[in-house]
């Protein structure tokens, strides 16, 4: 296992390490902290000044190195407290384009919600979104534990190739012994898809009739339901500390969330199909909101067909 955790010495970023440091597995665990500092742009200088400006770039270097490798000594000593040894990187560039290349290589990428330069606290950054968006294999986006030990995950399933890949990359990749995993599978049903109430679907008194194509519909949704859940207990049954499930019904990146803030948990854990899979683009436009408007952190499991 290769995890790539990305840093900008911002106060998200320390709060992904210590994040990430506990949700994940420590045992054969290869972490690299990565740092990428922005590129010289001084002033085009006129002719003759080439010397110059040389200079400039060069004493700019010198002091951006020396604050990057300040940057990545106080990541290490982080990671070090919660028995990590990780590897340093210092690259300049694009931040977002050296993430995303550098974690084709790994197979979980940390970022924190928002860096040193993003304005708004709100949402995700620039910087998250588009690893979240554009990464391969797991992306974390790591924000604040709500305890010490113990943690409480929930795990959103729904059948598809992306959610099997979710639920083996929680049990890969993460200390999943010490975690408490809810497992949430949300129901659309047709009136979801049209903006309609439940009850426009309703049959009054002796009008009710199970043979109807809806109400046969409804009650095979509720089944597959079942049998979603039933199948991802089973595979993670003794893995974690405690295990439970939820059914709900209705627009799936809602009620997650819903489900986020009221029940205090500490991880999301849900999956997302690949650019390739053109079938499940509803699935990937859920994972984008629930990373962006989580009140915990959110592991997005990229599925490639």
């Known amino acids: 296992m290769k995890t790539l955790i990305a840093t900008d010495g911002s106060q998200e970023a320390t709060t992904a390490l210590r994040t990430a440091s506990r949700l994940l597995r420590k045992k054969s665990n290869e972490v690299f902290v990565l740092c990428v500092a922005p590129e010289f742009s001084g002033p085009t200088l006129g002719d003759g000044s080439g010397a110059k400006r040389e200079r400039v770039r060069l004493a700019y270097q010198r002091r951006i190195v020396k604050q990057t490798e300040s940057i990545l000594d106080s990541a290490r000593q982080i990671l070090v407290a919660e028995g990590i040894e990780a590897s340093t990187i210092t690259e300049f560039g694009s931040p977002a384009k050296t993430i995303l290349r550098l974690s084709a290589e790994c197979d979980v990428t940390v970022v924190g919600a928002t860096g040193k330069l993003d304005r708004s606290k709100l949402g995700i950054g620039p910087v998250a979104s588009r690893v979240v968006e554009h990464g391969t294999g797991t992306s974390l986006v790591a924000r604040e534990l709500t305890s010490e030990s113990n943690w409480r995950v929930l795990l959103a399933v729904d059948g ?32 979801v898809h049209f903006g309609l109430d439940r009850k426009v679907f309703d049959y009054p008194g002796d009008a009710f009739d199970r043979l109807d194509p809806a109400v046969q519909l409804e009650l095979e949704m509720e089944r597959e339901a079942g049998r979603i859940v039933e199948a991802a207990e089973e595979q993670l049954d003794g893995y974690a500390l405690g295990l439970k499930s939820i059914i709900r019904e209705g627009n799936p990146g809602t009620e997650i969330l819903g489900e986020a803030e009221a029940g205090d948990y500490d991880l999301i854990v849900l999956g997302a199909a690949g650019s390739s899979d053109l079938k499940n683009q509803m699935l990937g436009s859920v994972s984008a909101k629930v990373a962006s408007e989580a009140p915990c952190s959110v592991a997005v499991v990229k599925f490639e067909e």
């Open 160 to 191: 598809s190739g992306s959610s099997r890949q979710a639920l083996k990359a929680l049990t890969t990749y993460f200390n999943i012994g010490s975690l408490e995993v809810t497992v949430m599978h949300v129901v659309e049903t047709p009136w």
